[in-house]
């Protein structure tokens, strides 16, 4: 049998970056070539100096997915890069289930998703903990009706597809739900998270740090590094042909505990406050006014504020 290669995506990014970075002393079980995406020269260089090799490609193009898979005999594919979508996954999924059917290897997709396809936002059950050891997950996830059709119709729609054209193919898939990621990262290319920062874009339009919900909620929270370890862990497993969930039971909620949301605007508020960037530290209910303010601070509908810096 041959080593696997493995492909990660979206190794400029936040998530991808700090991966790529504690790859090189992760101690992987033996294995053969680790790819990464990239989009240009600078990228391809600084994957390299992380002793990986860069690919470059368009991973929206269906034929050139399919050639890059077989070619470099690709059976582990790490898909970082957009969560709202899966046209591109089921291309992966498709070139992935062709090299199972050439080489008789196991093949895998890991599908990076978010947190807020588990939320009130999307549906999901929140008088309850949701376990990524739950054995109705997927039920749960297909069953949701959720207020927001962007959420409800494209995102969450992309996580059952993911597992259903996988399992139909023969692909094992795994559904990686980041939650809150706090911490710098550690790779060569975005090091801020992009959660917590439309707080402050929220804050710095509206000139006042708001909240948006009623009920005090909370949300989960992991650090970057802490996050990345979970993705190498279960890389560790696939590697190592360990028994690991994969398919409807193959959810992983990467969560580490938990903080309140006011919590999250009272630390900001005063941060912002003392750099002048907000008028004082108080931390108020937004109205209609000041949600209107938000939204343009946040390039969105203002029915959407609500999902980006809040929620349950």
């Given at each position: 049998m041959p080593a696997r290669n493995i492909l990660i995506t979206g190794a400029s990014g936040y998530l991808g970056g700090t991966i790529v970075a504690q790859l090189s002393t992760a101690n992987l079980?033996?294995?053969?070539?680790?790819?990464?995406?990239?989009?240009?020269?600078?990228?391809?260089?600084?994957?390299?100096?992380?002793?990986?090799?860069?690919?470059?490609?368009?991973?929206?193009?269906?034929?050139?997915?399919?050639?890059?898979?077989?070619?470099?005999?690709?059976?582990?594919?790490?898909?970082?890069?957009?969560?709202?979508?899966?046209?591109?996954?089921?291309?992966?999924?498709?070139?992935?289930?062709n090299l199972r059917q050439e080489t008789g290897q196991t093949v895998h997709i890991l599908h990076t998703s978010g947190a807020k396809l588990f939320s009130d936002f999307a549906g999901a059950?929140?008088?309850?903990?949701?376990?990524?050891?739950?054995?109705?997950?997927?039920?749960?996830?297909?069953?949701?009706?959720?207020?927001?059709p962007v959420i409800q119709k494209v995102a969450v729609d992309a996580n059952n597809e993911v597992i259903?054209?996988?399992?139909?193919?023969?692909?094992?898939?795994?559904?990686?739900?980041?939650?809150?990621?706090?911490?710098?990262?550690?790779?060569?290319?975005?090091?801020?998270?992009?959660?917590?920062?439309?707080?402050?874009?929220?804050?710095?339009?509206?000139?006042?740090?708001?909240?948006?919900?009623?009920?005090?909620?909370?949300?989960?929270v992991s650090h970057v590094d802490d996050t990345a370890a979970l993705y190498i862990d279960i890389l560790k497993k696939i590697l190592a042909e360990e028994n690991v969930d994969s398919g409807s039971n193959g959810y992983y909620l990467a969560a580490s505990g938990s903080v309140a949301w006011d919590d999250l605007y009272d630390a900001f508020a005063q941060s912002l406050a003392k750099r002048g960037i907000v008028e004082?530290?108080?931390?108020?209910?937004a109205d209609d006014a000041a949600l209107e303010k938000m939204a343009k601070g946040l390039s969105c509908p203002k029915e959407f504020v609500r999902v980006q810096i809040g929620g349950k």
């Open positions: 079980p033996s294995h053969g070539k680790i790819f990464a995406l990239v989009r240009n020269d600078s990228q391809e260089e600084a994957v390299k100096n992380y002793g990986l090799m860069p690919l470059r490609f368009d991973p929206y193009d269906k034929a050139v997915v399919e050639e890059n898979i077989l070619l470099h005999q690709i059976s582990v594919v790490y898909w970082l890069i957009e969560a709202a979508k899966s046209t591109a996954q089921s291309y992966f999924i498709e070139a992935l289930s059950p929140t008088d309850r903990l949701l376990l990524d050891s739950d054995l109705d997950l997927h039920a749960t996830q297909k069953g949701q009706q959720g207020a927001h259903e054209l996988a399992e139909a193919q023969g692909v094992r898939s795994y559904i990686f739900v980041p939650c809150i990621v706090y911490g710098k990262g550690r790779g060569f290319g975005n090091p801020i998270s992009i959660q917590t920062v439309a707080i402050v874009k929220a804050a710095k339009a509206a000139k006042r740090v708001y909240r948006v919900d009623t009920d005090h909620p909370s949300w989960p004082d530290s108080q931390v108020t209910l």
